[in-house]
């Protein structure tokens, strides 16, 4: 194993103590340092919204903690959940009277911790609403949606939900409003290459020089098929040959991109991906809006990348377009 650390059971708390050195508009709470908070606080009157994961996947969960964005997220270790201590800290430091949602990805452990948090809060009044993204078709069928992992959609999903509770909106309203994204919202990856986890300094699988998986998750899980490297081009068309039909578009629709590296894969190569995406795209006669391309939700050193096609009403694309800034994305 070749990283950059010192203990490697000190990883996820020597890296909290950077990020919030870097951004000091950031700030550790809770008992463990385990909160990533927002240094004003909760905003009074606005809904809060808090989120949480494992730690390796930089900017998602806590690099989107900022104006516009979260108000809050709880660290687990390395593709680890969160505590459920963290969850009701992360709960309660975005409280601003209005309620909280909870925004995370479909996983088993985050799941069970802030269903707790939540009963836990809701006893104490505070109303909460929880919505759990899960936009990666290649982890369960349409039939079985609600078994989805959530992956880089997370990020579109942040977005707008947090336009929406910072123009003033209700709990319900919120909530309403990141469903409707996470419903619009479809994703897919393809992996190249591992990451070794800090704490165990093995490999999470192995790939052949010249294989890749298709369809795998961000910790590894397994995909759909496992072969050969195809071109972009190939990989792009499959790519779109997943994520597009639940979508249901036509000509005249508008969606928004995300075009996401997994950790190792250059900016590069995914330009050339979406150079690809774009072109297919256009000869439906669909229209791309404020496209992403770069790292947005990672997997350590993984290399590969993810597709995320979002269908966009005016709404959804109001909510994209409005000013948001966090340590990794300003949207102006």
Request: glycine share 12%; hydrophobic share 45%.
């Amino acid at each position: 194993m070749k990283k950059i650390l010192n203990d490697p059971n000190a990883y996820v708390d020597e890296m909290l103590d950077g990020l919030c050195l870097a951004h000091p508009e950031l700030q550790r709470r809770g008992e463990d340092g385990r909160v990533v908070v927002r240094a004003i606080g909760a905003v009074p009157g606005k809904v809060g919204i808090v989120t949480g994961g494992g730690s390796g996947h930089l900017p998602v969960f806590l690099g989107y903690v900022g104006e516009g964005l979260l108000d809050s997220c709880a660290v687990g270790n390395v593709f680890a959940g969160p505590r459920m201590g963290d969850c009701i800290e992360a709960m309660r430091a975005a409280d601003g009277g209005a309620g909280v949602l909870q925004l995370y990805g479909n996983y088993g452990g985050d799941r069970m911790n802030f269903d707790m948090a939540a009963e836990m809060l809701e006893l104490e009044g505070m109303p909460v609403a929880s919505v759990r993204v899960a936009d990666d078709v290649a982890s369960a069928p349409a039939a079985q949606h609600e078994k989805r992992r959530g992956v880089a959609g997370l990020v579109l999903v942040y977005k707008v939900a947090g336009a929406k509770a910072a123009g003033g909106a209700n709990l319900e309203t919120v909530a309403a409003l990141a469903r409707k994204a996470n419903d619009a919202c479809r994703s897919i990856g393809v992996a190249l290459s591992p990451c070794v986890v800090p704490e165990s300094g093995k490999a999470s699988f192995a790939l052949g020089d010249q294989e890749v998986e298709f369809g795998m998750g961000i910790h590894g899980e397994p995909g759909i098929w496992r072969g050969p490297l195809k071109s972009a081009n190939a990989l792009a068309d499959e790519m779109l040959e997943h994520v597009t039909p639940e979508l249901t578009l036509a000509r005249g629709d508008r969606v928004t991109v995300l075009v996401n590296s997994l950790g190792a894969t250059p900016a590069e190569e995914l330009y050339i991906l979406y150079r690809r995406v774009a072109a297919v795209l256009a000869g439906r006669g669909v229209s791309i809006v404020r496209p992403l391309v770069g790292r947005y939700a990672t997997s350590m050193e993984m290399a590969g990348a993810s597709l995320s096609v979002m269908k966009l009403d005016a709404e959804l694309e109001a909510l994209l377009a409005a000013p948001a800034v966090c340590p990794f994305w300003s949207v102006r």
